[in-house]
């Protein structure tokens, strides 16, 4: 199992940036696919980016061009890097970590996950 702990949220006004980062730790030897969901207020938890285990890092339409997902493979932290953010990407932003099958923006194909960071963004 692993233990996933998210850090870098905070409160912004449209337009500008913040950068999310989530520390691994566990057994993290084995390769593993990373992802960042978000569950605005209200509404179900969505996938936000991925880094699959191939190489691949999909991201969201709602957040392409915006927001970078990337991972320090040595420090074992993953970060989503949110430019220009807007009222809309207000939400609770989780980390997830493992899947051994299944779509990277399904929920329940994760097994971990951390506590969630909270990212709000004023007009």
């Known amino acids: 199992q692993l233990q996933l702990v998210e850090s870098g949220g905070g409160s912004v006004q449209a337009g500008g940036s913040l950068r999310l980062s989530c520390t691994v730790s566990?057994?993290?030897?084995?390769?593993?696919?990373m992802a960042w969901f978000r569950q605005p207020p209200g509404k179900e938890r969505e996938g936000v980016a991925s880094?699959?285990?191939?190489?691949?890092?999909p991201v969201a339409d709602s957040v392409k061009g915006r927001f970078t997902v990337s991972k320090d493979y040595a420090k074992n932290v993953l970060y989503l890097q949110m430019n220009n953010l807007k009222p809309e990407d207000t939400a609770m932003y989780y980390c997830?970590?493992?899947?051994?099958?299944?779509?990277?923006?399904?929920?329940?194909?994760?097994?971990?996950w951390g506590q969630g960071t909270q990212v709000t963004v004023s007009s």
């Open positions: 880094i699959e285990t191939d190489g691949r890092a």
């Open positions: 997830a970590a493992d899947r051994p099958w299944g779509k990277w923006y399904e929920e329940r194909d994760w097994v971990s």
């Open positions: 566990g057994r993290t030897t084995f390769s593993y696919s």
